[in-house]
C-alpha cells in the first residue's frame, strides 16, 4: 500500500510509539465494554439471588461492587482519552511534518531543474502535486491512524466475544472476513477509477487556468470562448460522472456493510440461542459486543476507499518527483558566479523542437556567432523567426542540440549552466513579476528609490521592506518593474525582448537613448530583441534572424 510506504519512508519518529499509542487507546476503549458488561451482569446476578431476608445486604453488596466499577470505568475513560488524544495529535503531526518535507523536496527540485523538461511535466501537474494530491494524502493519512486505532479494538472486542461464546465469536470472525475480502476486491477496482478521476480532475484545472490566462482572447473571440467552454462542460460533465460513480460505489460497499452486521445481530439473537443452550445467560453482553463492533469495523470499511484515493494521490507525487529527477539541472550545487568575461561564441549551435510524433517541428541554427563583452547587440526579425529561443539559448535556460558555446575559449560544459547563468539578468516577454526583491536583500533602500525615480515610477509603486506595495499598474509600468529589478542585479549582461514594447513614446526613447547607453557606458553588455527599427542605430550591431540563423550581422 503506497499510502502506509510514504508514511513509513519519510517519517521521523517511532512508529512502535505510534502503535503502541494505538493499542492502550483500543485496549482501553473495549475495556469500557467489559467492565459495564460486568457491572451490569453483577446487578442482574444480585437482583435475581435476593431474597426479602437479605435484600439490605445484597444491596449494599451491589453498591459497593458498582462503585469499585464505577472507579474502575473512570480510570479506563481517563487512559483512553488521554492516549487518543496523544494518537492523534502525535500522528496528524507527524503526518503534516511529513507532507511539509514532501512539498519543500518538490519545490527544491523545481527550482533545481532545466527549463525545458519543466515546460513538457506542465504547470498542471506541478500544481496538483504540490497542492491537491498532499491535501489527499492529509486528509487519508489522518483516517488511516484512526482506522489503526480502530482495528486494535476490533481485535480485543472479539477476543470478548470469543471469551462469551465461540459460536459467536467464529459467526462475527466469518462476516467480517467474508467482508474484508469484498473491500480488498472493490479497493483495487476503485484504484484504477480514482486514478481516472485525478487524471480528468488536472484536465479541469487546466482548462480553467487557460480560461483565465487567456482571459483577453477568449473575451476578443465569441467562437473561442465558445468552443473553451464547451470543452470544459465535456471535461466537467466527465468528471462528475466519474465522481458519482465513485460515491454509488462507496455508499453500497457502505450499506452492504451496515446490513451485514444487522444480519450478525439477527443470527446472534435469534439462531444462535437455538444452537447453544448456554448462549441465552451471556446473549445480551454478546450484542453489546457486536453492536459495539459496528462503529470501528465501519470506520474500518471506510476508510478503504480512501486508501484508494490517497494510493492514487501518493503515486501521482511520486512520479512527479520521478519527472522532476530527470530534469535536474547538473552542476546547480556547484555554484561559482562569474563576474565578467571577454566574450561568448557559439560555433555551429543548433536546437530544435519537436512534436508529438518526436520529429522536429522547428530548428534554431546552425548559429556561429560571437558576443563581446560591453557591446550592445540588438535582434530583429519576424515573429516566429527563433529570436526568443536564441535569448533562452544564450543564457543557458535551453541547450545546444549540436554545436558547442565557449566562454572565453573554454567550452560551456553541463555542470558549468548554472555559474554561467549568472552573467545574465533577463526581462522576457512572458516575464513573471514577483512581489517582493527576492535576492536583493542587500540593495541599498537609496539604491532602490534612485533606480524608481530613474524608471519614471515615483508616486505610482513603493518598495517597502523589500516588497511591491501594489502591482495593480498598467502593462507598461508593470513591464519596467521587471526592468527595475534587472537593473538591480547588476549583472555583466542584459537581456530584453520586446522591452519597450509596451511603453509610451518619452519612456521608449529614454530607454533606448538612455537606459542602455549608461549600461554599456558602465561595462555592461546589453542584448536586445526589438522590432523599434527607428532606434536601431542606439546599438553597436544589428543582428537579423530568419527561419531560425542570422542572416544579417552588421554595425548598427
Request: proline share 1%.
Given at each position: 500500500?503506497?499510502?502506509?510506504?510514504?508514511?513509513?519512508?519519510?517519517?521521523?519518529?517511532?512508529?512502535?510509539?505510534?502503535?503502541?499509542?494505538?493499542?492502550?487507546?483500543g485496549i482501553s476503549n473495549a475495556l469500557v465494554l467489559?467492565?459495564?458488561?460486568?457491572?451490569t451482569g453483577g446487578m442482574q446476578a444480585g437482583a435475581a439471588g435476593t431474597?426479602?431476608?437479605?435484600?439490605?445486604g445484597a444491596a449494599q453488596a451491589v453498591t459497593t461492587g458498582n462503585g469499585r466499577y464505577a472507579l474502575l470505568f473512570i480510570v479506563i475513560m481517563a487512559i483512553y482519552a488521554v492516549s487518543q488524544l496523544r494518537l492523534y495529535t502525535s500522528a496528524t503531526s507527524e503526518i503534516e511534518k511529513i507532507l511539509d518535507r514532501v512539498r519543500v523536496r518538490v519545490a527544491d527540485k523545481i527550482r533545481r531543474c532545466e527549463l525545458l523538461p519543466v515546460e513538457e511535466i506542465g504547470q498542471t501537474l506541478i500544481y496538483a502535486g504540490v497542492t491537491k494530491e498532499t491535501q489527499t494524502i492529509s486528509q487519508a493519512a489522518t483516517l488511516v491512524i484512526m482506522a489503526a486505532q480502530a482495528g486494535v479494538l476490533v481485535v480485543f472486542t472479539a477476543f470478548y466475544v470469543a471469551y462469551l461464546s465461540l459460536i459467536a465469536f467464529?459467526?462475527?470472525?466469518?462476516?467480517?472476513?467474508i467482508l474484508s475480502f469484498i473491500h480488498v476486491r472493490r479497493s483495487r477496482a476503485m484504484n484504477v477509477v480514482m486514478h481516472e478521476l485525478s487524471v480528468r480532475e488536472n484536465d479541469l484545472f487546466d482548462t480553467l487556468r487557460h480560461f483565465l490566462d487567456g482571459f483577453k482572447e477568449v473575451r476578443m473571440n465569441r467562437g473561442r470562448s465558445d468552443d473553451l467552454f464547451a470543452h470544459f462542460t465535456r471535461i466537467s460533465s466527465e468528471a462528475t460522472a466519474r465522481k458519482c460513480y465513485t460515491h454509488e460505489q462507496i455508499a453500497r460497499t457502505f450499506i452492504f456493510s451496515?446490513?451485514?452486521?444487522?444480519?450478525?445481530?439477527?443470527?446472534i439473537v435469534f439462531l444462535v440461542p437455538r444452537l447453544s443452550q448456554t448462549y441465552s445467560d451471556s446473549v445480551?453482553?454478546?450484542?453489546?459486543?457486536v453492536l459495539f463492533l459496528i462503529g470501528p469495523i465501519t470506520t474500518i470499511v471506510g476508510t478503504v476507499p480512501n486508501l484508494a484515493v490517497a494510493d492514487a494521490a501518493v503515486d501521482n507525487v511520486a512520479s512527479l518527483e520521478s519527472s522532476l529527477d530527470r530534469a535536474l539541472s547538473s552542476g546547480f550545487d556547484r555554484l561559482a558566479p562569474k563576474h565578467g568575461f571577454r566574450e561568448i561564441a557559439f560555433e555551429d549551435v543548433v536546437f530544435h523542437y519537436e512534436d508529438g510524433d518526436t520529429r522536429e517541428a522547428f530548428t534554431v541554427g546552425p548559429i556561429n556567432l560571437t558576443l563581446k563583452a560591453g557591446e550592445s547587440?540588438?535582434?530583429?526579425g519576424?515573429?516566429?523567426?527563433?529570436?526568443?529561443?536564441?535569448?533562452?539559448?544564450?543564457?543557458?535556460?535551453?541547450?545546444?542540440?549540436?554545436?558547442v558555446i565557449r566562454v572565453d575559449g573554454v567550452v560551456l560544459r553541463p555542470e558549468a549552466y548554472e555559474s554561467y547563468r549568472s552573467l545574465f539578468s533577463a526581462v522576457f516577454t512572458d516575464y513573471h513579476l514577483f512581489d517582493r526583491l527576492y535576492g536583493l536583500a542587500g540593495v541599498p533602500q537609496a539604491e532602490i528609490d534612485g533606480t524608481i525615480e530613474h524608471l519614471e515610477l515615483t508616486g505610482k509603486v513603493r518598495v517597502e521592506d523589500g516588497r511591491f506595495d501594489t502591482l495593480d499598474l498598467s502593462g507598461g509600468q508593470r513591464k519596467r518593474l521587471a526592468l527595475l529589478v534587472s537593473l538591480l542585479e547588476d549583472r555583466p549582461v542584459y537581456v530584453f525582448d520586446e522591452m519597450a514594447a509596451d511603453q509610451d513614446p518619452a519612456f521608449r526613447r529614454k530607454f533606448y537613448e538612455e537606459i542602455l547607453v549608461e549600461l554599456t557606458a558602465g561595462g555592461r553588455t546589453v542584448v536586445a530583441v526589438t522590432h523599434d527599427d527607428k532606434y536601431f542605430g542606439a546599438a553597436d550591431r544589428l543582428l537579423k534572424m530568419d527561419e531560425g540563423r542570422f542572416v544579417s550581422d552588421a554595425r548598427a
Open positions: 500500500m503506497k499510502l502506509l510506504e510514504l508514511l513509513r519512508r519519510e517519517s521521523t519518529v517511532s512508529m512502535r510509539g505510534l502503535l503502541l499509542l494505538a493499542g492502550v487507546a467489559a467492565v459495564i458488561n460486568t457491572a431474597s426479602s431476608s437479605t435484600a439490605s467464529l459467526l462475527t470472525a466469518t462476516i467480517t472476513v451496515q446490513l451485514s452486521f444487522y444480519a450478525l445481530l439477527g443470527v445480551v453482553n454478546i450484542t453489546a459486543a547587440v540588438f535582434i530583429a519576424g515573429n516566429g523567426s527563433g529570436k526568443s529561443t536564441f535569448l533562452r539559448l544564450l543564457t543557458s535556460l535551453y541547450h545546444p542540440q549540436q554545436g
